[in-house]
């Protein structure tokens, strides 16, 4: 088993900057890739970052060169620096852990709203 708890998520006004952290426990030695997804209201879940144990990240295009995803094996944690943040940016940010091809652990969700 494995959990996973998103913090860092707030109100913040388009331009400015949040941090979202991921803490896993349990299972920890089985984690492959690790991920942030988003929800926005109305719309289906999405691939925000993926980033691999060793490093290799991966974005969606809209947050490329504003966002960066890290990843702490000693401390267990995995981060997502959110820079020049848009009102479009608005939604639950989920973190997520692979540990097979078929099993991957969500995190309960932390919402990030952009706004003026």
């Known amino acids: 088993q494995l959990q996973l708890v998103e913090s860092g998520g707030g109100l913040v006004q388009p331009g400015g900057s949040l941090r979202l952290s991921c803490v896993a426990s349990?299972?920890?030695?089985?984690?492959?890739?690790m991920g942030w997804y988003r929800q926005a209201p109305g719309k289906q879940r999405e691939l925000v970052a993926s980033?691999?144990?060793?490093?290799?990240?991966n974005y969606e295009d809209s947050v490329r060169g504003r966002f960066t995803i890290s990843r702490d094996n000693a401390k267990n944690t995995m981060y997502l620096q959110m820079n020049s943040l848009k009102p479009a940016d608005t939604a639950v940010y989920f973190c997520t852990a692979d540990v097979s091809r078929l099993t991957r652990y969500w995190g309960q969700g932390t919402q990030v709203t952009v706004s003026s």
């Open positions: 349990g299972s920890i030695f089985s984690i492959s890739v």
């Open positions: 980033i691999t144990g060793g490093g290799f990240a």
